[in-house]
C-alpha cells in the first residue's frame, strides 16, 4: 500500500489549503473500509493527530482544528481529502496521511500505532 499527499504550500494567516492523499497499491481492504487520518509535526515537537475518517464517514478533530479543518474520503478515486481553512501560523507543519483497514469506527483519533501505512508527508507553512 502506498500513501502519496499533496496540496501543501505557503499561505498567509487566514488563508486555505486543501491536502489530497491517494491510495494505491495492494490494498488489505477495499477502500471504502480504511480508516484515514492526518497527522502533522511542527519542528521539535511530537506528531499529533490531527483529523480521522472511519469506514461509515464519521470524523473526529483536534481540539486545535475543529471547526477549520474538514477530513473526507472519495471512495471512487481512493483518496482522502483535508480542507484547511482560516489557517494560522501555528498550523505550520509537514502533515502526513494515514490509513488502516483494521479500524472500523472511531470515537477519538486513534494512536500513530495502529495504522499500517503513512505518506511521506507534505508541507504547510503559515505566515503571519
Known amino acids: 500500500v502506498k500513501l502519496v499527499e499533496s496540496g501543501g504550500g505557503s499561505v498567509q494567516s487566514g488563508g486555505s489549503l486543501r491536502l489530497s492523499c491517494e491510495l494505491s497499491?495492494?490494498?488489505?481492504?477495499?477502500?471504502?473500509?480504511?480508516?484515514m487520518a492526518w497527522f502533522r509535526q511542527a519542528p521539535g515537537k511530537e506528531r499529533e493527530g490531527v483529523a480521522a475518517?472511519?469506514?461509515?464517514?464519521?470524523?473526529i478533530y483536534s481540539n486545535d482544528v475543529k471547526g477549520r479543518f474538514t477530513i473526507s474520503k472519495d471512495n471512487a478515486l481512493k483518496t482522502a481529502h483535508l480542507e484547511m481553512i482560516n489557517l494560522r501560523p501555528e498550523d505550520t507543519a509537514m502533515y502526513y496521511c494515514?490509513?488502516?483497514?483494521?479500524?472500523?469506527?472511531?470515537?477519538?483519533?486513534?494512536?500513530?500505532?495502529?495504522?499500517?501505512?503513512w505518506g511521506q508527508g507534505t508541507q504547510v507553512s503559515v505566515s503571519a
Open positions: 497499491g495492494n490494498t488489505y481492504s477495499r477502500f471504502e473500509g480504511y480508516c
Open positions: 494515514a490509513a488502516t483497514p483494521d479500524i472500523t469506527t472511531i470515537a477519538s483519533i486513534p494512536r500513530e500505532r495502529f495504522f499500517r501505512s
Open positions: 475518517i472511519d469506514r461509515d464517514g464519521n470524523t
